[in-house]
Structure formats: C-alpha cells, structure tokens
C-alpha cells in the first residue's frame, strides 16, 4: 500500500517510470496534507477572536477535517488501483466474439470506477475548502499561512482530480453518466473556486492563481 509507505518511499514511488501512483493519487495525498494542516490550525488553543463561538466553530468542523484525511488517505491507494484495473481490462483476451463482448464490457466497468474515484477525491478537497472557510474565520491568526498553505493544496487536489475526471470520460461512451459527471464537475470547480476566494480573503492573503 502506498499510503503506508515512508515519504521518501512514497516519493520513489512516484518518481518510478510505472503509471501507478499517479496523478489521481498525488491530488489524493494534496488533499490528506491539506486536512492535516486545516486539522491543526483547528485544533490550536488560540483562536481568531478569542470568543467561546470561535472555539464551537473550529471544534465543530475538526471531526469532519480528520475524517476526510483519513478519506484522502485512502484514496491514494484506491486510484492507483482503479487504473490497474483499467489495465487488467485491457489485457483481458479478445480472441472470439464472447470474450471481445466480455472484455469491452469489462473495460467499460473499469474506466467508469476508474472515473468515480478521482471524483470522490474532487468532491471531498470541496469539503476541506467549505470546512477551511471556517477555520479562516474562526482560526488563530498566526497559523494565517498555514490555513492558506492548507485551502491551496485542497484546491490543487480537486483540481488535479477533475482533470483525471475528464480524461476518463472521454474514453466512457455511456452519454448520461458523461453528462452527469460533467455537471458534477462544473458545480465542483465553482463552489472551490468560491470558497477558496472566500477564505483567503478572510485570511487577508492573496489567492495565487495561474492567471
């Protein structure tokens, strides 16, 4: 498993020429870094105004932060195996008729799942930036680059995990699961890139774009 790895194993591990891990779970490891950074800030004593509501605010959200880190986690490993079970599918023999109908069938299965995770992974970096808004507005001041270093990475693993999205979906010939997805990923991006806005202005940091 890669996420047990060391970060020196896991580094090697990405820098390898095989195609697992990839990208879908380097945006999943974006994310569990950006949990872990928003989970810390959370949890600090000191707080934005010093207020008992701060503290209900951050203690509110710290529960559903680790829990998506563990999600994240986990999604790391669960890409890399959706796209070797694309691979597996690939390889699967196509000498008659049945085992043609049997393979497409498969490779079908395999690029959908191998669609459903990075979305998954989109769809939870969302959460980490909606439950980052709060820590932006309620968290201690001096971790101010902390929470931005955190809300940039969420943003960096929804982002990196729609572009995985939109790859597979050109190879998925199924017209409303394509169309729903795509919907999905519209309303994703926009509620991130709202939210990211949202919280670095609360920060008073400058959102860095590639614009």
Known sequence: MFASKTVQDLLDAFSSPTPTPGGGSAAALAGAVSASLLAMVAAMPKTKHGTPEDRAALDGVHPSIMALRGQMVGLIDR??????GVV?????PKGTDEEKAAR????????RHATDVPLETARAATSLITHGCV?????????ASDAGVALQLAMTAASGALMNVETNLSGL??????????SDVR???L????GLAGAFAALGLQLTTNN
């Open 79 to 84: 890409d890399a195996a959706s796209y070797d």
């Open 135 to 143: 820590v932006a507005d309620h968290g201690n001041p001096n971790a």
């Open 173 to 182: 010939a199924d017209a409303d699961y394509v169309n729903a997805v795509r």
């Open 104 to 111: 497409k069938s498969a490779i079908a299965a395999a690029m």
């Open 187 to 189: 309303a994703l991006q």
């Open 88 to 92: 597996a599918a690939y390889r699967l």
């Open 191 to 194: 509620q991130g890139a709202k």
